[in-house]
């Protein structure tokens, strides 16, 4: 039972243009959610993150938006820079389970020069 | 800057063997986790700890445990290493109400 979902495994978009990854959820009960990203050969490394009581948060080129009626989160990151290209993992913890998350897929973004 | 390390970036092991991960932080975290990253699955908690000697499963803890002796070190151990087991595994610590932090990942191979 997969509560977290990621269904594209990979997105390629050209620098400088908008990049869009998608993540779903199952468990309405969620209301938090982090974006990780992963290079290779190294650990992921905290993004930007969004509480329920929200539906948009912004932090420079990198904004995560919410809608928890469609149980749906999103990242854009506007303007994508080559430097860009890693996996990104969508995360949410459930409630009262000593800080554990549940982790999406992963969507592999390719920013091409 | 919080530095979490693991011990051995590359590991590669005979089936049947017991494998020791380690993993250390040095921010004084309550809480530590070992995860698998496999292609296609993301990152799957393996087992967790929220204090020393505490340890909790995860959603996939058969053929691992895992020890908390000290707060700031959490091995994983794989009991009896199968080829299934052939992964990247990390660990990562948080403070309460704040996001995880991994190390590099340690890339076992299981022969």
């Known amino acids: 039972d997969q509560q977290v979902k990621q269904n594209s495994p990979s997105l390629s978009v050209q620098e400088g243009r908008i990049s869009i990854l998608n993540c779903d959820y199952t468990n309405s009960m969620f209301d938090y959610f982090l974006w990780y990203k992963k290079y290779p050969a190294e650990g992921p490394t905290f993004l930007i993150s969004i509480s329920s009581i929200k539906d948009k948060n912004e932090d420079g080129r990198f904004t995560v938006f919410l809608n928890k009626s469609a149980k749906h989160l999103s990242l854009h990151i506007v303007p994508s820079q080559p430097g860009d290209s890693a996996v990104y993992f969508c995360?949410?913890?459930?409630?009262?389970?000593?800080?554990?998350?549940?982790f999406g897929q992963g969507t592999e973004l390719s920013v091409k020069p | 800057d919080v530095k979490v390390t693991q011990s051995s970036r590359y590991l590669v092991k005979r089936t049947g063997e017991k494998v020791f991960l380690e993993c250390v932080q040095d921010m004084d975290h309550e809480n530590m986790f070992w995860y698998r990253q496999d292609p296609g699955l993301g990152l799957r908690l393996i087992y967790f700890?929220?204090?020393?000697?505490?340890?909790e499963k995860g959603d996939i803890p058969e053929g691992y445990s895992v020890s908390r002796e000290k707060k700031e070190r959490f091995s994983l151990i794989l009991e009896s290493a199968s080829t299934n087991q052939t992964s990247m595994y990390l660990c990562a610590s948080r403070r309460s109400n704040q996001p995880q932090h991994f190390g590099d990942g340690t890339r076992l191979s299981i022969l």
């Open positions: 700890s929220y204090d020393v000697k505490m340890k």
């Open positions: 995360a949410a913890p459930p409630n009262n389970q000593g800080g554990k998350l549940i």
